[in-house]
Protein backbone atom coordinates (compact mmCIF):
# COMPACT_ATOMS: atom_id res chain seq x y z
CA UNK A 1 0.00 0.00 0.00
CA UNK A 2 1.44 3.71 -0.76
CA UNK A 3 1.89 6.05 1.61
CA UNK A 4 -1.22 8.00 -0.29
CA UNK A 5 -3.21 5.36 0.22
CA UNK A 6 -2.16 4.96 4.01
CA UNK A 7 -2.82 8.51 4.86
CA UNK A 8 -6.36 8.55 2.35
CA UNK A 9 -7.66 5.17 4.32
CA UNK A 10 -6.48 6.92 8.06
CA UNK A 11 -8.18 10.27 7.28
CA UNK A 12 -11.34 8.32 6.43
CA UNK A 13 -11.14 6.40 10.05
CA UNK A 14 -10.29 9.75 11.73
CA UNK A 15 -13.44 11.05 9.67
CA UNK A 16 -15.52 8.07 11.10
CA UNK A 17 -14.42 8.47 14.80
CA UNK A 18 -14.98 11.94 14.45
CA UNK A 19 -18.88 11.05 13.45
CA UNK A 20 -19.50 8.48 16.03
CA UNK A 21 -18.28 11.02 18.54
CA UNK A 22 -19.94 14.12 17.04
CA UNK A 23 -23.14 11.61 17.69
CA UNK A 24 -23.05 11.25 21.33
CA UNK A 25 -23.10 14.87 21.41
CA UNK A 26 -27.04 15.80 21.65
CA UNK A 27 -27.72 12.98 24.12
CA UNK A 28 -24.73 13.87 26.30
CA UNK A 29 -25.42 17.84 26.37
CA UNK A 30 -29.23 16.68 26.92
CA UNK A 31 -28.28 14.64 30.20
CA UNK A 32 -26.18 17.55 31.34
CA UNK A 33 -29.25 20.08 31.06
CA UNK A 34 -31.52 17.51 32.75
CA UNK A 35 -29.51 17.15 35.92
CA UNK A 36 -28.58 21.04 35.87
CA UNK A 37 -32.09 21.67 36.27
CA UNK A 38 -32.72 18.82 38.42
CA UNK A 39 -29.72 20.17 40.58
CA UNK A 40 -31.77 23.94 40.40
CA UNK A 41 -35.38 22.36 40.83
CA UNK A 42 -33.95 20.60 44.05
CA UNK A 43 -32.23 23.70 45.61
CA UNK A 44 -35.69 25.54 44.81
CA UNK A 45 -37.42 23.15 46.71
CA UNK A 46 -35.27 22.50 49.78
CA UNK A 47 -35.73 26.10 49.97
CA UNK A 48 -38.95 26.45 49.80
CA UNK A 49 -39.53 23.87 52.15
CA UNK A 50 -37.23 25.48 54.93
CA UNK A 51 -38.72 28.80 54.73
CA UNK A 52 -42.08 27.69 54.99
CA UNK A 53 -40.67 25.76 58.36
CA UNK A 54 -40.76 22.20 56.99
CA UNK A 55 -37.39 20.74 58.14
CA UNK A 56 -34.44 19.27 56.30
CA UNK A 57 -31.88 16.85 56.68
CA UNK A 58 -28.11 17.37 56.09
CA UNK A 59 -25.86 14.99 57.55
CA UNK A 60 -28.65 13.39 59.55
CA UNK A 61 -29.25 16.78 61.25
CA UNK A 62 -32.55 18.34 60.96
CA UNK A 63 -32.32 22.19 59.70
CA UNK A 64 -35.77 24.14 60.40
CA UNK A 65 -36.29 27.73 59.65
CA UNK A 66 -32.90 28.72 59.60
CA UNK A 67 -32.14 33.06 58.75
CA UNK A 68 -33.18 33.74 55.39
CA UNK A 69 -29.21 34.55 55.32
CA UNK A 70 -28.10 31.03 55.36
CA UNK A 71 -31.59 29.39 53.48
CA UNK A 72 -29.38 29.19 50.31
CA UNK A 73 -26.34 27.34 51.33
CA UNK A 74 -28.03 24.81 53.65
CA UNK A 75 -30.30 24.26 50.26
CA UNK A 76 -27.03 23.17 48.62
CA UNK A 77 -25.61 20.90 51.31
CA UNK A 78 -29.08 19.12 51.04
CA UNK A 79 -28.88 18.41 47.04
CA UNK A 80 -25.40 16.92 47.41
CA UNK A 81 -26.52 14.31 45.33
CA UNK A 82 -28.32 16.28 42.69
CA UNK A 83 -24.60 18.45 42.30
CA UNK A 84 -22.84 15.62 41.85
CA UNK A 85 -24.84 14.00 39.16
CA UNK A 86 -24.77 17.61 37.67
CA UNK A 87 -20.97 17.70 37.75
CA UNK A 88 -20.76 14.05 36.95
CA UNK A 89 -22.85 15.02 33.86
CA UNK A 90 -20.83 18.44 32.97
CA UNK A 91 -17.48 16.17 33.34
CA UNK A 92 -19.12 13.94 30.57
CA UNK A 93 -20.00 16.68 28.39
CA UNK A 94 -16.67 18.56 28.65
CA UNK A 95 -14.65 14.95 28.08
CA UNK A 96 -16.54 14.59 24.77
CA UNK A 97 -15.97 18.04 23.42
CA UNK A 98 -12.38 17.20 24.18
CA UNK A 99 -12.07 14.16 22.66
CA UNK A 100 -14.29 15.47 19.47
CA UNK A 101 -11.22 18.22 19.29
CA UNK A 102 -8.46 15.36 19.42
CA UNK A 103 -10.05 13.47 16.61
CA UNK A 104 -10.68 17.09 14.80
CA UNK A 105 -6.38 17.61 15.32
CA UNK A 106 -5.54 14.05 14.10
CA UNK A 107 -7.74 14.38 11.01
CA UNK A 108 -6.72 18.15 10.14
CA UNK A 109 -2.88 16.45 10.24
CA UNK A 110 -3.68 13.61 8.11
CA UNK A 111 -5.47 15.97 5.29
CA UNK A 112 -1.57 18.11 5.78
CA UNK A 113 0.11 14.94 5.11
CA UNK A 114 -1.91 13.98 2.31
CA UNK A 115 -2.17 17.23 0.47
CA UNK A 116 1.86 17.20 0.63
CA UNK A 117 1.84 13.40 0.10
CA UNK A 118 -0.28 14.05 -3.05
CA UNK A 119 1.59 17.38 -4.64
CA UNK A 120 5.11 15.11 -4.18
Given at each position: MSQVQDIAQKIESA???LDKLRQHLPETY???VI??????????????KMSM???????????KQPAMAV????AKA???EEKIAMMTAECKYKSLLKNMEHAAAKLSALQTLFRHLDVV
Open positions: IAENAMASAKYDGAIGIAMAGAGIEIDGHVIIKEYACT
